[in-house]
């Protein structure tokens, strides 16, 4: 099913866990940063940014986050398995046309843009970004969709007065 995003972020959260959906508005490149290497991606108009929070916790970190990659371009971190920070690691992001989500991956430690960690309850799941928005497949029941309206600019703008 397609849900549609003009401004909104989707907030789809299970009772202990979420994801932010938002889409991309300018092409860019976006750069991920592992130990040993530097990966540049392409991401162009109508792709996906989305933030995993596996084991929930506060949405404005998250919103955050999104906006940083977003709209900021900053670049990702990708850890080295079995990095002991990655267990810290509260909110991650993945940037593509199309995410897998999935809970048998250690967090933090992947580079590929098209995989991110979620919880048991949001995994299985596949976001593509598609006709303005986002469409959403194998969504397990229970799970509940809320859009957000975040003002990014209004929101930095209070921050700075």
């Known amino acids: 099913m397609n849900y549609h995003l003009d401004d909104e972020v989707l ?4 009772p202990h866990s979420f994801l932010l959906a938002a889409k991309v508005t300018e092409t860019f ?5 592992t130990s040993n290497a530097e990966y540049c991606q392409g991401v162009s108009v109508g792709d996906l940014v989305v933030v995993s929070a596996p084991e ?6 998250a ?3 999104a906006e940083l990659v977003r709209r900021f371009h900053i670049p990702l971190l990708v850890l080295p398995r079995e990095h002991p920070g990655s267990r810290r690691i509260r909110y991650v992001v993945s940037v593509a046309s199309e995410i897998f989500t999935s809970c048998s991956i250690q967090r933090g430690t992947h580079p590929d843009q098209h995989l991110i960690c979620s919880s048991e309850a949001l995994s299985g799941m596949t976001l593509i970004g598609r006709d303005g928005g986002v469409d959403i497949s194998h969504m397990h029941p229970g799970i509940k969709l809320r859009y957000i309206k975040y003002d990014a600019k209004t929101e930095f703008s209070c ?3």
Do not use: F, M
């Open 159 to 161: 921050l700075i007065q």
């Open 56 to 61: 929930g916790g506060p949405v404005e970190p």
């Open 63 to 65: 919103l955050l986050l």
């Open 29 to 33: 490149c976006l750069c991920i940063e």
């Open 11 to 14: 907030l789809i959260s299970s």
